[in-house]
């Protein structure tokens, strides 16, 4: 009988902080959508041209709200597709850590030949570059 007239208790304790709680407003708890906007607008006027032996950037071209947002859902619906396909992956091959082979398969099997290459190539240069940095602070 204790075990239950404690139980009671305890309800009886959370309905009357609920009922407290009936004349403020609760926040919802809503997730942050992500939106790469901010850095496909900073990427845009990377956009070069090579004249003669120089690159010259061209800050003149944009985009307009509806192209970045159509840019945006690209990249969410790509980075969805390769996490999943890597998940899998990592799944099939026995490892429950994710690690860059597996992502490196995905991407080779999601792109086209070229832009998989380019992608693996950009992200080596980045992961160098990242490493190199890690290895100044220590």
Sequence with gaps: MPASGSKVSKRAAKSS?????EGKKRKKDV?????????IHKLVPRAQK????????RPQFTFSKRGIAILNS????MF????????????????KTLRAPHV??????????????HALGAATVAIGA???KDKKSK
């Design 17 to 21: 902080q609920k009922a407290g709680d």
């Design 31 to 39: 997730k942050p959508l992500k939106n790469y906007s901010r850095y």
């Design 50 to 57: 090579k004249v003669g032996s120089k690159m010259i950037m």
């Design 74 to 77: 690209f990249v969410l619906d």
């Design 80 to 95: 969805d597709r390769l996490a999943t396909e890597s998940g899998k992956l990592a799944t099939f091959s026995g490892s």
């Design 104 to 117: 490196m398969a995905a991407v080779k099997l999601h792109l086209p030949k070229d832009l998989g290459a």
């Design 130 to 132: 990242t490493g190199k």
